[in-house]
């Protein structure tokens, strides 16, 4: 018989700062061994289950709960904050929030220097899991120093080494390369099975985490389960549409084709799939050649180093008017760098032509009033307490007039859907209502660029379909946008073209299809193929011309 370690019975907590509870009447067993996915949109809550697991709540935030949650038959609001670490290690999704020492092996070892470990057994175990998780040469390094893949091995090796029974995972994927976050699931699937432990993950990205199979699948929105049993029943049933959660984009692309996947036993994997009768038709050709309009901004020769290490190098870029842009490539190839660069955050070298003249001299002043930054977290940006103000402030800022701003931010909030939050303190907007508010702080400028970092990171199928709805609507207007991205599946579904970064250098330059279609591209930039290429193989038809038939139904 299962041994039940986490238990939750009829269980609802609400924060001291709201006046609505966050969860709702939980109730929800986790067994011994269980390998679990905690799915739901934005503010469903999920991560509120997730911090009273691990003792953020209440020993951080505090609130108001009633029923009862256990944690080995231990009433878990009894625990203190230490004692729940040593049955619940928690991997963040933000990993440079996590590190703690100046050195891999430094962080490694504070778990255990908390719990006054003899030194001869420290370093055995830091040995024993800088082996496991492959970081034997890593150890000198600083934490921060990593690429985003090996920054993650070291987050989970840091927990792992204190052995607690139970692991969260929060976000795992929300900042890795393709390539990194199924590396990561990998990890996370082998030291399951090798350790024993019980892993939650809480993650949006679906088919990602379905990449090795889970046991069970907890669908929460509104504080409330909505679904929680196998995940194959989950993927024959619509619940994943109606609570904003995208479905893995095989199934996207088999409805489209019109066949029923309710007839088929396994959902979870391409492979799995019987694919009998798929009626695939005549699909469109890929068109690879367009008339282009005049380069907008263009930049030639450029290097970036900081101290003697050159980031940017001898890189060449056209932006046309009007286009939308995906920059991609694995964690630490110069994809920011280049960034800054182009918004003149950075010293560089080389030359930035904007319609053909220099604009070397441009002041960063001058520079944001070409290019608009959006960075990838709102709060980052955001320095005023009303929206309003923050919108106002680049134009007060210059020596606007004050009617002048008024009608100007005014505009602008009509254009971002936030006209009717005009007068609201920003503190009280939704995480997707920060990024347009820093949108409408950029667009009030009138820049001809909008150049966005993660645009979509953390955000759930609405919110990601409502963001990219409207930079598209922007994109009509004439605003022409760039993107930075590890979002594969966003590529394809709102950029014309994308341009792949690999060591400070551009090694590709063309439609998003043809690049996805390309395996020592895939390999080089630490890409991975979508789903799509791996159903078209299964069919037997050109991946190619399965993707343009895809994204032709999906902007339709």
Aim: hydrophobic share 40%; net charge negative; charged share 25%.
């Amino acid at each position: 018989m299962k041994k039940a370690i986490i238990e939750f019975e009829k269980f609802s907590f609400k924060y001291h700062a709201q006046q609505e509870a966050t969860l709702h009447d939980i109730d929800l067993t986790i067994y011994q061994g269980e390998k679990v996915l905690i799915v739901g949109p934005s503010g469903s809550g999920k991560s509120t289950l997730g911090q009273c697991l691990n003792g953020i709540i209440p020993n951080i935030y505090k609130g108001t709960k009633t029923g009862a949650l256990r944690i080995y038959g231990k009433d878990a609001f009894d625990l203190s904050i230490y004692d729940k670490s040593l049955l619940v290690s928690t991997v963040l999704q933000d990993t440079d929030g996590q590190f703690i020492g100046l050195s891999v092996a430094e962080d490694l070892a504070f778990a255990l220097e908390n719990d006054v470990t003899p030194i001869n057994t420290m370093r055995d175990r830091i040995q024993l899991w800088a082996s496991r998780l492959e970081l034997h040469k890593l150890l000198s390094h600083r934490p921060q120093d990593l690429s985003g893949g090996q920054k993650q091995r070291v987050s989970i090796a840091g927990v792992l080494i204190d052995e607690s029974p139970i692991l969260l995972f929060d976000e795992p994927l929300a900042n890795l390369d393709p390539k990194s976050g199924q590396d990561t699931v990998d990890l996370i699937d082998r030291l399951h099975q090798e350790q024993g432990t019980t892993t939650i993950i809480i993650e949006h990205r679906l088919e990602d985490v379905l990449y090795r199979s889970v046991d069970r699948i907890i669908l929460v929105n509104d504080g409330r389960i909505v679904y929680n049993g196998d995940p194959d029943t989950l993927l024959r049933t619509s619940l994943l549409f109606e609570n904003g959660i995208r479905e893995p984009l095989y199934l996207t692309t088999l409805r489209q084709l019109g066949y029923d996947v309710t007839r088929e036993d396994s959902l979870t994997s391409v492979d799995n799939l019987s694919l009998t009768d798929v009626a695939v038709g005549n699909l469109p050709e890929m068109v690879l050649s367009q008339a282009q309009p005049a380069p907008l901004l263009e930049a030639k020769h450029l290097r970036v180093a900081y101290g003697k290490k050159e980031i940017l190098k001898d890189l060449t870029l056209t932006i046309r008017q009007g286009e939308r842009l995906a920059i991609i490539g694995k964690n630490g190839a110069g994809k920011s760098t280049l960034a800054k660069a182009l918004c003149q955050f950075v010293a560089v070298s080389g030359e930035v032509l904007w319609r053909g003249q220099s604009i070397q001299g441009d002041s960063i002043k001058e520079r944001a009033e070409r290019i608009g930054y959006v960075l990838q977290n709102p709060n980052q940006m955001i320095s005023q307490t009303m929206i309003f103000d923050e919108v106002a402030l680049g134009l007060r800022l210059r020596g606007v007039a004050e009617e002048e701003i008024t009608q100007r931010v005014g505009k602008v909030l009509q254009t971002c859907g936030l006209y009717a939050f005009r007068k609201w303190p920003i503190s009280a907007l939704s995480f997707g209502q920060k990024k347009r508010v820093t949108i409408a702080s950029i667009l009030v400028l009138n820049p001809e660029i909008i150049l966005l970092d993660e645009p979509t990171a953390g955000q759930d199928e609405r919110h990601y379909t409502e963001m990219m709805d409207f930079l598209d609507e922007l994109n009509q207007q004439g605003h022409t946008i760039i993107m930075i991205t590890h979002d594969m599946q966003l590529m394809l579904d709102y950029s014309d073209r994308a341009v792949v970064l690999v060591d400070g250098q551009i090694v590709a330059d063309a439609p998003p299809a043809s690049i996805l279609s390309n395996p020592e591209l895939i390999q080089l930039a630490n890409l991975k193929e979508t789903s799509i290429f791996h159903l078209a193989k299964r069919l037997g038809v050109d991946a190619l011309a399965l993707t343009q038939f895809y994204m032709e139904r999906e902007r339709g």
